[in-house]
């Protein structure tokens, strides 16, 4: 009995790293997972670990499989909690993989959840999911209203984890506004929670980022390239694919603008990991800098393979909300106001 105690306590505690961004390998959480069988609560949180590490890397099949899995394991052990905290990281996989209509799809069925357990959080990051369908549509203005509401619920719960990420998704809507004053404000909020007492390996590169972004764009490129290489380091030694791809990405183009020798072979670092992790608009943006680069120096030679990712990346399918996802999202933003108008009837 007491090996299994110490095994679900050391489940539970990897599981909580998993979602403050630091999972443990892939190898390792299948062995948890084989070790867990016959067991539904420990077989339920070993695949919730697992899901994240494919996640991590990435691997966005395997982490929806193993999410799926986690959800169905946690309502046979009577966890519907923390089954709907799977199903709203389900959703959040389908819509990091380029569909987000699947994700409205899970998220329209944890709402409901939501509202049945009185979790307010998962309506909190609902609406953070949401708000990214509506950057995809191109509709930023939308996206911050989304993740305004989302911040409201998380100061109102007073849980710092949830503040911290909803400021970092409202300083994502507010550089893409180019309201860069706003959004350096939000990231020193985000950096304020991140450390109270939030430990978020993934969430301390964003911040800096972040940073590294914003001063790009108001033409501060030396500061801009210190924090981006700081980005990278810290996503490199956490093992995040998405934050050092990102980073390197930005990183190239600063580098570009200064006209640093070193601008090659970060554009070539980061279009290898944007074509091994499939992330289409980050190779187009890539291989452009590559071709602004090449055409500088007179070599064509060098320029001419690059633009077949230019036509690649073109072949996306624009996505469009259709009549009923529109009325799928007003039915989650009214069930969730009044679920937390409820709350605040109870807590009176």
């Known amino acids: 009995m007491s090996a299994k105690l110490d095994f679900a306590d050391m489940l539970e505690a990897a599981r909580g790293q998993s979602e403050l961004g630091s999972p443990p390998e892939v190898a390792i959480a299948q062995q948890w997972v084989a070790a867990a069988q016959g067991d539904a609560l420990l077989s339920a949180i070993a695949l919730d670990i697992l899901a994240h590490a494919h996640q991590h890397m990435s691997d966005h099949s395997a982490a929806q499989a193993a999410f799926r899995a986690a959800v169905a394991a946690f309502l046979d052990a009577g966890k519907s909690s923390k089954a709907l905290n799977s199903l709203v990281l389900l959703g959040t996989s389908f819509l990091i993989d380029g569909r987000p209509m699947l994700a409205l799809e899970q998220w329209s069925k944890a709402l409901v959840s939501a509202r049945d357990l009185g979790e307010l959080r998962q309506c909190s990051k609902i609406y953070m999911g949401i708000s990214q369908v509506y950057i995809g549509l191109g509709h930023d203005e939308t996206a911050l209203h989304y993740n305004e509401m989302a911040l409201k619920i998380a100061n109102n719960l007073g849980d710092t984890l949830l503040q911290c990420e909803t400021q970092l998704f409202v300083a994502s809507d507010y550089f893409r506004l180019q309201r860069y004053t706003e ?3 939000a990231i020193d909020n985000a950096e304020h929670w991140l450390g109270v007492p939030v430990i978020n390996k993934v969430w301390s590169a964003e911040v800096i980022y972040y940073r590294g972004m914003i001063h790009a764009a108001q033409g501060l490129l030396e ?8 980005a990278y380091a810290l996503s490199s030694q956490n093992e995040n694919l998405w934050g050092s791809v990102h ?33 289409p608009a980050l190779t187009k943006r890539c291989a452009n800098g590559l071709i602004q680069l090449y055409l500088q120096q007179n070599r064509p030679e060098m320029a001419l393979p690059l633009y077949a990712y230019l036509f690649e990346s073109h072949q ?17 933003e009214t069930r969730s106001r009044i679920l937390q108008l409820q709350r605040s009837v109870t807590e009176k």
């Open 316 to 332: 996306e399918v624009t996505q469009h909300l259709s009549p009923r996802h529109r009325q799928r999202i007003t039915q989650l």
């Open 223 to 230: 500061q801009a390239k210190i924090e981006l290489e700081t």
């Open 183 to 185: 959004a350096l404000a």
């Open 247 to 279: 980073a390197l990405s930005v990183l190239g183009e600063v580098l570009l603008q200064l006209q640093d020798q070193g601008c090659e072979s970060v554009f070539r670092q980061a279009l290898a990991l944007c074509i091994q992790v499939s992330m």
